[in-house]
């Protein structure tokens, strides 16, 4: 087998399958990750959504018997929407981010992958290889930086300078001794413009994330949402794209390419009111295809539930009085009553009068004295 050949055919096949960007690298150990992932574990840095063995995380040998190389593919997704609808009063929008547009890249990455894997085993039928996309073990990050397909940037994304940062990244471990590409040079330089724009300060330094501070993290968490963070939310129902869209690197990266990817308006910038209304069976319906829905619907509700205090939704506040007083769970009723609380209007102070006499659980119940307090004294024409 002339294996120079077969990676030039690979690369080609990846390009006729719609693959933006191939990159190879060994299979050899991910040493400096494995302490870098300790640390951030050490430090509660992490979100709790990384493979908690960082054995397997950093060595690709025990994910695949006699592993020799890996394949690293990224597909770039659009950072720009057409015709996206205007919110405006009564009609308020919420925003998911660019890496929920389209069809899940999950599906999409671990199709081409699958089609690779097929063309690979008709070269080569004793090839071993096994292909992941976010949810396996290896950091998809780490493996596309040794493979030179991008950068390691300060916002900590994968930057390459055919598509800035809007890629998503999978790989391939195989038996077959690929020859490895080059890393490539960092090219942040002494650019500091996503550390500065982050809303929390989640980027510690370049390159060092605290999940747990992350508005990316905290949309997708289902725990009520600290109230530290409650009004840097904005109308983000969904992830977060400020250190991406601040990139000067992302500069007129539009990335339109991809049909899967393409946004549907009235989905990536959904009503908020209806939102809230939605069943199980509803959301799945409208939103299952996204990779924003992985999570169910009642991280977005609440989410949805922020935005609308964000814009200080009087036109809301009967529908977050009903959610106060009649929704079986804690977490939005108690979410309600902080929103009720921000747009301050008598009916709200109101509702959140009533719900108190009638709520029975204690953290809910705090909630609603908070707000109450905040609106203590206040009259028809201060509130509204
Ligand atoms: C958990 C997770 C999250 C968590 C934590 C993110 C984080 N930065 O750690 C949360 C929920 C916050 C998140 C958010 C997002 N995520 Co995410 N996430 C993951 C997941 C599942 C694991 C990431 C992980 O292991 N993090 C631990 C940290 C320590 O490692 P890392 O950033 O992955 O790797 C780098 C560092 O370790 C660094 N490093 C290593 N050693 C050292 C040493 C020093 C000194 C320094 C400075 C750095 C350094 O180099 C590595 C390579 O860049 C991966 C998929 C996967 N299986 O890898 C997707 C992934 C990283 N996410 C992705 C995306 C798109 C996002 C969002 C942009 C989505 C959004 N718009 O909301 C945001 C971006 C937030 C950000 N600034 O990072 C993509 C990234 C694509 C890219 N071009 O980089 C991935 C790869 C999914 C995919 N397959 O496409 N995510
Ligand atoms: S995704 Fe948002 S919150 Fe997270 S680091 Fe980037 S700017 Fe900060
Ligand atoms: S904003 Fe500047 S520092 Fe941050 S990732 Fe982009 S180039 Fe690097």
Same mark, same amino acid.
């Not at 989640?202 to 605290?210: D, R, S």
């Given at each position: 087998m002339n294996i120079a050949q077969l990676q030039r055919d690979v690369v080609a096949y990846a390009s006729d399958i719609g693959i933006d960007k191939i990159g190879f690298t060994t299979a050899a150990p991910f040493l400096e990750l494995k302490n870098r992932l300790k640390r951030q574990q050490e430090l509660r840095y992490q979100s709790g959504f990384e493979e908690p063995d960082l054995d397997k995380r950093t060595t690709p040998a025990l994910l695949l018997d006699r592993a020799e190389s890996i394949i690293s593919i990224a597909i770039a997704y659009p950072s720009k929407m057409q015709d996206a609808p205007k919110g405006k009063r009564g009609e308020r929008r919420g925003m998911f981010c660019r890496a929920s547009w389209g069809t899940d890249y999950h599906t999409v990455l671990r199709e081409k992958l699958a089609l690779l894997e097929t063309f690979l085993l008709e070269r080569v039928p004793d090839a071993k290889m096994r292909s992941m996309v976010d949810t396996g073990e290896l950091a998809d990050r780490a493996v596309a930086e040794r493979a030179g397909i991008g950068w390691s940037a300060k916002n900590c994304s994968i930057i390459t300078p055919e598509f800035g940062s809007y890629v998503y990244l999978g790989e391939m471990i195989t038996n077959v001794p690929f020859a490895p590409d080059v890393p490539m040079e960092d090219q942040c330089g002494d650019c500091t413009l996503c550390l500065d724009a982050c809303p929390t300060g989640? =980027?510690?330094? +370049? +390159?060092? =994330?605290?999940a747990q501070r992350c508005i990316a993290f905290l949309t997708q968490s289902k725990q009520p949402m600290p109230d530290e963070f409650r009004k840097e939310i904005g109308n983000r129902v969904y992830g977060c794209d400020t250190c991406q869209t601040v990139c000067p690197k992302n500069k007129r990266k539009y990335n339109l390419e991809q049909p899967a990817f393409t946004p549907e308006p009235e989905l990536v910038k959904p009503l908020l009111q209806p939102l809230l209304k939605l069943s199980n069976r509803q959301f799945k319906e409208t939103f299952g295809h996204m990779s924003g829905s992985w999570r169910g619907k009642n991280p977005i509700q609440r989410n949805a539930i922020l935005a609308l205090a964000h814009f200080k939704e009087t036109e809301a506040v009967p529908e977050l009085a009903e959610l106060l007083n009649s929704d079986p769970r804690p977490m939005i009723r108690g979410t309600a009553a902080w929103a009720l609380g921000e747009i301050g209007t008598v009916a709200g102070r109101e509702a959140l009068r009533q719900a108190l006499a009638a709520e029975t659980d204690t953290e809910v119940k705090a909630e609603i004295v908070k707000a109450s307090g905040k609106l203590d004294g206040t009259t028809e024409k201060e509130v509204d």
């Open positions: 989640a =980027l510690i330094q +370049g +390159g060092q =994330l605290n």
